[in-house]
């Protein structure tokens, strides 16, 4: 590297100065900062109305899009199934409507009593099983999860078990939003800049959405006047007992009537305030924290800002987590967690140039779609989703049946090794279950079995030998030893089925590792050998059918290839059906189109005597001949006269205008009865 390229104040590369040029030049001191009253009004109508525009979208696609609630559904039915007792809520943006149409979905498996041993890796086999990908399980992070995505839909998802105090996290943001649209709005605009600006991915080092979502609420309490109030503030407290500690989880009943002044801001006016806060706040002495209504010092929450940070991280290169503190948001509930812990150093450093590049930008008057230019287009799939036939659109019918043909040859496969494996199972006996059964005999009886025999020996004569009369024993002592001896004889049995356990473990343990599989001649069936040999080959393994465990893995695997191949034939054969109905409504549309031009076709004078003259003569007639007498009336029907004096022209409407009050209704003069007394 050339050492000009280097700057002499921050020790920056000139490719690190390229990735930052705000920051660096912030921290060299050759930035100055604008104020929003330098905006120009006509930039700020144009910003409002932009963001407006941009809600609309997302809030028009939640409203179609129903995929996650279906998603909820099922996860709910499968993991409530599964675990006895439990109960599978959702929390965060998905309930307090502040979602995006890429978010995530968060969910809380609530189970009452005592949580089942190593419930995220089981957890994480369960939703293996059902088609969904990316499975990460975090079991020793502060809130443990299970991060996955479901293949079908493509939503991510978040699973946490009795993360209680998340419930009231999101109770929280919701009484938030409910104050005022445009909190709900607001906070959706910022998480929408920073998803687009790589910014609000907590995995990869950067802020989480939840955090977000609290910057945006403090920027909103701490405008003037404040649009939202401080939720967290009476006299009357709500301590709650979450996982062995005591939270203060507060929430004002009636938040709109501790405003004094209502705030009449836009939408973009609040959006602007939001990143001129952030832009100018002082990160090495002020801590956000929504729970005290405005910044809150570090000296008073003592939150110094640990080493070493992100800058010393990036100038030294090296993979060092950056240290406490470093963007410090307090948890409104948990006051000792600090949001900022999952930062990286490149993190650090991404957040604090995409808020001075958004704040620049706006004061410029840069458009929201130039403002929210996707970073790393590679990163962000289309939103656009395909139908579910879309890769059979171009196939034809021959093609589609070869493909269930091969597919149905494939399920016969998989189903038949299945059966196998299932049948072979049966036969050997399940050593993690004698594991288990010997450890929790372990559990409650810690001395070896060889040591209980000894004790109870040894305390058995001194109870029944002789005493020396010099030496006798307390009444307390010979209590103590006869129930020391009491507890030796419950014991003794328990402990010699623990090594009755352990000794079938060995034994079964030496079996699986010296005997070979099955061969063929063993088996009576021919077909059932071939299968087993090609499922030994398959797992590269010749003990595969005395290992209780392989068998098992392998037919999860398999039944995990048998659904997804019924849903592909299943996938297949409703495409067909729809091609089939698609060609019956046209062909339906051509014949009556045929059938209405038949009714309706004319016929000359000419052709109709001609054809009854040949039926007079006792020709034969064709089915257009015959088609052309059924049309004026039958076989029977006479040729029509073009007589005036037909009936059907004698009173036809023409006729009986022409032939005046004759045929006319006409109403004569009213006569006057004889009886009527004259005047």
């Known amino acids: 590297m050339n050492m000009t390229d280097i700057c002499p104040i921050t020790q920056l590369s000139a490719e690190q100065q390229k990735r930052w040029p705000n920051l660096h030049n912030a921290l060299i001191g050759e930035l100055e900062f604008p104020t929003a009253a330098e905006i120009p009004p006509s930039a700020l109508t144009s910003l409002n ?78 939703l293996r099983q059902h088609d969904f990908v990316d499975i990460v399980v975090i079991p020793h992070a502060k809130v443990p999860i299970v991060k996955c995505r479901d293949a079908k839909t493509g939503i991510p998802l978040d699973i946490s078990v009795n993360n209680t105090l998340a419930l009231h996290n999101t109770q929280l943001l919701k009484t938030y939003s409910m104050q005022d649209a445009r909190v709900s709005q607001t906070i959706l605009a910022i998480k929408y800049w920073a998803m687009c600006r790589d910014v609000s991915d907590a995995p990869s080092g950067t802020f989480s959405s939840y955090s977000w979502s609290l910057l945006c609420i403090q920027s909103m309490q701490m405008t003037t006047p404040p649009l939202v109030a401080n939720v967290q503030t009476g006299k009357k407290r709500n301590i709650q007992h979450v996982e062995g500690d005591d939270y203060d989880v507060t ?76 963007l410090a948001i307090e948890d409104p509930f948990d006051l000792k967690r600090d949001l900022s812990t999952v930062l990286r150093a490149e993190g650090v450093m991404d957040i604090h140039e995409e808020i001075l590049r958004m704040w620049f930008g706006i004061c410029k008057g840069d458009s929201w779609q130039q403002l929210c230019t996707v970073r790393s287009p590679n990163k962000h799939s289309s939103d656009k989703q395909l139908d579910l036939f879309h890769d059979l659109r171009g196939k034809d019918i ?141 797992n590269d393994s010749e003990i595969f059918f005395n290992s209780y465990t392989l068998i098992t893995r392998y037919l999860q695997e398999l039944n995990l290839e048998k659904r997804r191949m019924k849903r592909e034939i299943g996938r297949l054969k409703s495409w067909l059906k729809y091609c089939e109905g698609i060609k019956n409504q046209k062909s339906n549309k051509s014949k009556s189109k045929r059938s209405y031009s038949s009714k309706n076709r004319k016929f000359s004078e000419k052709d109709i005597a001609k054809v009854q003259s040949k039926m007079e003569s006792g020709e034969g007639l064709s089915l257009s001949e015959l088609n052309i007498l059924l049309s004026k009336g039958g076989i029977f029907s006479e040729q029509k006269t073009d007589s005036k004096n037909s009936p059907k022209k004698k009173y036809s409407r023409k006729n009986r205008s022409k032939s005046g009050k004759e045929l006319s209704a006409y109403r004569g003069s009213r006569g006057r009865s004889k009886n009527v007394r004259k005047e």
Request: proline residues 3%; hydrophobic residues 35%; glycine residues 4%.
């Open 398 to 538: 021959k093609e589609i049946n070869s493909l269930i043909s091969g597919y149905t040859t494939q399920l016969e496969s998989v189903e038949k090794k299945i059966k196998v494996c299932t049948d072979e199972r049966k036969k050997i006996p399940n050593i993690s279950e004698i594991i288990n059964s010997r450890d929790e005999i372990h559990k409650k009886i810690l001395i070896p079995t060889w040591h209980i025999e000894e004790e109870l020996v040894r305390i058995y004569h001194r109870l029944t030998d002789e005493v020396d009369i010099f030496r006798v024993p307390s009444i307390l002592t010979e209590e103590n030893d006869f129930s020391l001896f009491f507890e030796l004889q419950e014991m003794l049995p328990k402990a010699r089925e623990a090594d009755k356990l352990h000794s079938e473990f060995i034994e079964l343990v030496k079996k699986q590792s010296t005997s070979q599989s099955t061969s063929s001649s063993d088996s009576s069936d021919e077909s059932v050998a071939v299968i087993k040999n090609a499922i030994s080959k398959d």
């Open 251 to 326: 929430i004002h009943p009636n938040p709109k009537s501790l405003l004094k002044q209502q705030n009449q801001q836009t939408l973009g006016e609040i959006v602007v305030n939001f990143f001129e806060t952030f832009a100018n706040w002082d990160w090495s002495s002020d801590i956000c924290s929504i729970r005290n209504g405005a910044a809150l010092s570090r000296e008073e929450k003592g939150w110094l800002e640990q080493d070493p940070t992100a800058i010393e991280i990036i100038i030294n290169e090296e993979s060092k987590r950056v240290g406490k503190h470093s």
């Open 49 to 126: 109305d932009d963001i407006h525009e941009m809600l609309n979208k997302q809030l028009e696609h939640n409203k179609k899009d129903k995929r996650r609630d279906k998603l909820f559904i099922f996860l709910k039915q499968l993991l409530e199934h599964r675990f006895p007792g439990s109960k599978l809520d959702k929390f965060g943006s998905s309930v307090t409507g502040l979602s995006l149409a890429q978010g995530d979905l968060d969910l809380c498996l609530q189970i009452s009593g005592t949580v089942p041993h190593k419930i995220f890796n089981r957890i994480g086999r369960l």
